[in-house]
T-cell receptor, first 111, second 114 residues
Framework: KQEVTQIPAALSVPEGENLVLNCSFT??????LQWFRQDPGKGLTSLLL?????REQTSGRLNASLDKSSGRSTLYIAASQPGDSATYLC??????????FGSGTQLTVLP | DGGITQSPKYLFRKEGQNVTLSCEQN?????MYWYRQDPGQGLRLIYY???????QKGDIAEGYSVSREKKESFPLTVTSAQKNPTAFYLC?????????????FGEGSRLTVL
């Protein structure tokens, strides 16, 4: 059974800092991995989708990497801003064709 | 604008009552999903549908029911058999249920049982 872990559960950084969020998964037989952002009381917003054949995807200040063999993905946020404060979730689509979600990392960017 | 609309945003229910949460999408997506989110936990799949008039149970289907009579609509009924229904419910869709499909979410419905 696929398990997805996100560490740390919470992270606080000063504005302007570059930061990395981690996502690990136990079964490397995945089809894709998706990163989401969730603001309090809101739904999930898709940030980046990485197919299993890809190593990374970029969108603006965000860069996500995928290493299937080690069961890891990272989300890199450059020049963080207070507006980046949210919970970031990763989700893995594996052999059962359904997504398994991590519990998320709650990010606070301090002005 | 294309998107997924969930209603109501907030819902209160007395114990023993059934409630239905609405999910409508105008993205022309074939696949639709219902997830439940509890504090400190990842999302858990309740039901999903790959095509009209067809749906499958997810990991926590007990106490829930769904229908898929139209491509655009995938309502979720929380029945009185659901032992702990207070949660945040999220509806999602993808263009197909193919392995490479990107998932898009609605804004969620928060259900509180009094």
């Amino acid at each position: 059974k696929q398990e997805v872990t996100q560490i740390p559960a919470a992270l606080s950084v000063p504005e302007g800092e570059n930061l990395v969020l981690n996502c690990s998964f136990t079964d490397s037989a995945i089809y894709n991995l998706q990163w989401f952002r969730q603001d309090p009381g809101k739904g999930l917003t898709s940030l980046l989708l990485i197919q299993s054949s890809q190593r990374e995807q970029t969108s603006g200040r965000l860069n996500a990497s995928l290493d299937k063999s080690s069961g890891r993905s990272t989300l890199y946020i450059a020049a963080s801003q207070p507006g980046d404060s949210a919970t970031y979730l990763c989700a893995v689509r594996s052999a059962r064709r359904q997504l398994t979600f991590g519990s998320g990392t709650q990010l606070t960017v301090l002005p | 604008d294309g998107g997924i609309t969930q209603s109501p945003k907030y819902l209160f229910r007395k114990e023993g009552q059934n409630v239905t949460l609405s999910c409508e999408q105008n993205l022309n997506h074939d696949a639709m999903y219902w997830y439940r989110q509890d504090p400190g936990q990842g999302l858990r799949l309740i039901y999903y549908s790959q095509i009209v008039n067809d749906f499958q149970k997810g990991d926590i289907a007990e106490g829930y029911s769904v229908s898929r009579e139209k491509k655009e609509s995938f309502p979720l009924t929380v029945t009185s058999a659901q032992k702990n229904p207070t949660a945040f419910y999220l509806c999602a869709s993808s263009i197909t249920d193919a392995n490479t499909g990107e998932l898009f979410f609605g804004e969620g419905s928060r259900l509180t049982v009094l």
